[in-house]
């Protein structure tokens, strides 16, 4: 167990982790009154419409309008941090297909292989495939939503399903590793709530590069380390439980 001194480190700023938590919750309700409707229920309410005494596909379009509000004032509100995070993803070395052959056993052992910049390799590819994802899936339910109907309308139904099918792996993946239910990944859940203060001996174990670069720390035999960007908070680490 860690000591209770041991310093931490914020990963994310309190915006940012207040727009996660405000995208997941609006995401959850889509999938949940989507699936069901997609299920053929739409005559039968789900617990949701029960909840909120409204239909579903008028629940799935309101909520709809909130994830695109979110989704948009994130980009907007994050300015350069948002074209550093699209940056970072993007940004791969050859040392990361070592990364990747290790990966599957530091779930468990956690020890993962040193990596540069503020994402793994695997959090850059699943960043770049869930902005497409998210992309697909908000784009064709506001064009659906503007549309009731049509060619194009039944054109976009697709698109908006299989987007779905490609994000919903992608989400419980997400879930799964963000929960620090693995072994290799506890404590990361910190990351994102409570505060969203970090114990550096977890930070340095997924992201060194990273941790050196807000803590001031020497890079232990790295090149470069990519600087944070607006989802990270550059500071000296500070005491903490």
Not at 141 to 147: I, N, S
Not at 205 to 212: D, I, M, N, V
């Amino acid at each position: 167990m860690a000591p209770a001194t041991e310093p931490v480190v914020q990963r994310y700023r309190r915006w940012v982790r207040w727009l996660h938590a405000g995208v997941y919750t609006s995401t959850l309700v889509l999938l949940v009154t989507g699936l069901w409707l997609l299920a053929g229920k739409e005559g039968r309410p789900s617990f949701l419409s029960r909840l909120t005494g409204l239909p579903d596909t008028t629940l799935h379009t309101r909520v709809g309008w909130v994830l695109t509000a979110l989704l948009g004032g994130g980009i907007l509100l994050g300015g350069r941090g948002a074209v550093r995070f699209v940056l970072s993803s993007v940004r791969f070395r050859r040392g990361d297909l070592v990364w990747f052959r290790r990966w599957p056993a530091a779930l468990v052992t956690g020890r993962f292989p040193r990596h540069e910049g503020e994402f793994d390799p695997g959090q850059r590819i699943a960043n770049l495939v869930m902005v497409l994802a998210f992309a697909a899936v908000v784009g064709s339910g506001v064009a659906m939503a503007r549309l009731h109907g049509g060619p194009a309308f039944v054109w976009l139904v697709p698109v908006h399903r299989w987007s779905t099918y490609v994000l919903l792996p992608l989400l419980a993946g997400h879930v799964l590793i963000a929960a620090g239910v693995l072994p290799g990944y506890r404590g990361v859940w910190r990351s994102m709530h409570l505060g969203g203060r970090l114990r550096v001996s977890v930070a340095r174990r997924l992201w060194p590069a990273w941790t050196e670069q807000v803590t001031g720390a020497r890079p232990r035999g790295s090149r470069d380390a990519t600087p944070s960007g607006g989802s990270g908070s550059p500071g000296r680490a500070r005491r903490g439980g």
